[in-house]
C-alpha cells in the first residue's frame, strides 16, 4: 500500500519551468487544459494559462496564473459572424485577419518570458511564437487527429463499417492537415521582428 502511494505522488522537477498554455475556442477547449496545468504545477512548475478574457475566472478559480488573449468565444458565436461560420460559411477575409492579429499580438505578449510553450489545435500559432522565442513547444490535442476510417473528423459519434464511407471519412481529416500545418513556410519565419510581421506570414495559410 505504501508502494502504491509513493509511485502516484508527483515526482519533483530537476529544475522548476515557466509554462504557458495557448488555448482558444469555447470552454470545452479550455477545461481539459487547466487539468494539464493543475498536474503541472502539482510537479512543481510554474503554469500559465492564456486564454480568452472571459474565462479569466474559471482559470482562476483553480489557483491557476491566467493571461489574456483577445477575444470573447461565447459572445463571437452568439453574433451574425458567429452564427455563420457555425452554420459553415466561411468568414470574410478581413473579418478573420482582424481577429487572428488581436490573438496573435495577445498570445505573443502572454508568452514572454516562457520557457516552454503548449499550444492546442486551434492556437496553432504557438508553434512560430516558441520558434521566434528559441523555447521548446509541444503540440496538445484532445481531439484524435490522426485519420482513421471509422469516424470522420469532429464525428466521432458516427462510427461506421461502409467501405464508401470509411474512404471520406479518413479523406475529412486532410483538410486539417493542410491548414493547420506550422513548419509551412518556415524559413520566412527568422525575419518578422514583431507580432505584426508574424500576423503577415500567417496570412499566407
Given at each position: 500500500?505504501?508502494?502504491?502511494?509513493?509511485?502516484?505522488?508527483?515526482?519533483?522537477?530537476?529544475?522548476?519551468?515557466?509554462?504557458?498554455?495557448?488555448?482558444?475556442?469555447?470552454?470545452?477547449?479550455?477545461?481539459?487544459?487547466?487539468?494539464?496545468?493543475?498536474?503541472?504545477?502539482?510537479?512543481?512548475?510554474?503554469?500559465?494559462?492564456?486564454?480568452?478574457?472571459?474565462?479569466?475566472?474559471?482559470?482562476?478559480?483553480?489557483?491557476?496564473?491566467?493571461?489574456?488573449?483577445?477575444?470573447?468565444m461565447?459572445e463571437?458565436?452568439?453574433?451574425?459572424?458567429?452564427?455563420r461560420?457555425?452554420?459553415?460559411e466561411k468568414?470574410?477575409?478581413?473579418?478573420?485577419?482582424?481577429?487572428?492579429?488581436?490573438?496573435?499580438?495577445?498570445?505573443w505578449?502572454?508568452?514572454?518570458?516562457?520557457?516552454?510553450?503548449?499550444?492546442?489545435?486551434?492556437?496553432?500559432?504557438?508553434?512560430?511564437?516558441?520558434?521566434?522565442?528559441?523555447?521548446?513547444?509541444f503540440?496538445?490535442?484532445?481531439?484524435?487527429?490522426?485519420p482513421?476510417?471509422?469516424?470522420?473528423?469532429l464525428?466521432?459519434?458516427?462510427?461506421?463499417?461502409?467501405?464508401?464511407?470509411k474512404?471520406?471519412?479518413?479523406?475529412?481529416?486532410?483538410?486539417?492537415?493542410?491548414?493547420?500545418?506550422?513548419?509551412?513556410?518556415?524559413?520566412?519565419?527568422n525575419?518578422?521582428?514583431?507580432?505584426?510581421?508574424?500576423?503577415?506570414?500567417?496570412?499566407?495559410?
Amino acid at each position: 500500500m505504501k508502494k502504491h502511494l509513493s509511485q502516484s505522488l508527483p515526482i519533483a522537477p530537476s529544475r522548476k519551468l515557466e509554462i504557458t498554455i495557448l488555448t482558444v475556442g469555447s470552454r470545452g477547449d479550455l477545461q481539459p487544459y487547466c487539468a494539464l496545468a493543475i498536474g503541472l504545477k502539482r510537479a512543481g512548475h510554474e503554469v500559465t494559462i492564456a486564454t480568452h478574457e472571459n474565462f479569466e475566472p474559471f482559470v482562476r478559480k483553480f489557483d491557476l496564473k491566467f493571461a489574456p488573449i483577445a477575444g470573447n468565444m461565447q459572445e463571437f458565436l452568439q453574433s451574425k459572424q458567429g452564427q455563420r461560420l457555425i452554420a459553415g460559411e466561411k468568414l470574410k477575409k478581413e473579418e478573420g485577419d482582424k481577429l487572428l492579429l488581436q490573438q496573435l499580438e495577445s498570445a505573443w505578449s502572454a508568452c514572454q518570458g516562457s520557457e516552454v510553450i503548449i499550444y492546442t489545435p486551434l492556437a496553432i500559432f504557438g508553434y512560430h511564437i516558441a520558434e521566434k522565442l528559441g523555447v521548446p513547444c509541444f503540440f496538445a490535442s484532445v481531439l484524435p487527429l490522426t485519420p482513421t476510417g471509422m469516424f470522420g473528423f469532429l464525428k466521432f459519434a458516427q462510427i461506421t463499417k461502409n467501405p464508401l464511407k470509411k474512404l471520406i471519412n479518413y479523406g475529412s481529416y486532410g483538410s486539417y492537415a493542410v491548414s493547420s500545418d506550422p513548419v509551412k513556410n518556415k524559413r520566412s519565419l527568422n525575419h518578422f521582428p514583431s507580432s505584426i510581421n508574424l500576423f503577415i506570414l500567417f496570412k499566407q495559410y
